[in-house]
T-cell receptor, first 114, second 113 residues
Framework: KAGVTQTPRYLIKTRGQQVTLSCSPI?????VSWYQQTPGQGLQFLFE???????NKGNFPGRFSGRQFSNSRSEMNVSTLELGDSALYLC?????????????FGSGTRLTVV | GENVEQHPSTLSVQEGDSAVIKCTYS??????FPWYKQELGKGPQLIID?????GEKKDQRIAVTLNKTAKHFSLHITETQPEDSAVYFC????????????FGGGTRVLVKP
């Protein structure tokens, strides 16, 4: 079956711009989570959506937001980009039962802010 | 919140030898502990996980042990092969708090032929 699909794979944006990243989960998975991966901070949780509702949120500023659609596809948006937002953004999907099923990650979107 | 520490940060082993990666966690309520392998250019891939009601779990050459009292868990890879070279991450979560994983800092494993 198809895995988690993230688009685009690479993105270059200028400081101050905004960006939208997309994630299509595995068919049947209702939970989508987003993580930011950087060499300095490692993998950090951004937020989780389940059945179109934000179920959990990490410690990121309000410039980071997301949403989930009725088909479980999810988007995350970053407004007023800063140089420090350069990172690999990973989407992960699961059936949605915390602690009982593991995540499947996509290959990520590499965002570079210049 | 939860804090997960992972050691060592790099590990070099000879092909055929064993590799051990250790993680400690801070939140005694954490009850789910997955391990991920990340290869260059790819997202993390779940390789094994363990829940707090189990002390040890094995899947072919990979095993994970959990010590709830000491709040640490370890990944053991036996008979290492060059394709085991990757970055490995441990993580912890409290299922009562939702589907949020707190990751360790990662271990870069190099298996030398």
């Amino acid at each position: 079956k198809a895995g988690v699909t993230q688009t685009p794979r690479y993105l270059i944006k200028t400081r101050g711009q905004q960006v939208t990243l997309s994630c299509s989960p595995i068919s049947g998975h209702r939970s989508v989570s987003w993580y930011q991966q950087t060499p300095g901070q490692g993998l950090q949780f951004l937020f989780e959506y389940f059945s179109e509702t934000q179920r959990n949120k990490g410690n990121f500023p309000g410039r980071f937001s997301g949403r989930q659609f009725s088909n479980s596809r999810s988007e995350m948006n970053v407004s007023t980009l800063e140089l420090g937002d350069s990172a690999l953004y990973l989407c992960a999907s699961s059936l949605g039962v915390p602690g009982l099923d593991g995540y499947t990650f996509g290959s990520g979107t590499r965002l570079t802010v210049v | 919140g939860e804090n997960v520490e992972q050691h060592p940060s790099t590990l070099s082993v000879q092909e055929g030898d064993s590799a051990v990666i250790k993680c400690t966690y801070s939140d005694s309520a954490s009850n789910y502990f997955p391990w991920y392998k990340q290869e260059l250019g790819k997202g993390p891939q779940l390789i094994i996980d363990i829940r707090s009601n189990v002390g040890e779990k094995k899947d072919q050459r990979i095993a994970v042990t959990l010590n709830k009292t000491a709040k640490h868990f370890s990944l053991h890879i036996t008979e290492t092969q060059p394709e085991d070279s990757a970055v490995y991450f441990c993580a912890a979560s409290n299922s009562a708090a939702g589907n949020k994983l707190t990751f360790g800092g990662g271990t870069r494993v190099l298996v030398k032929p």
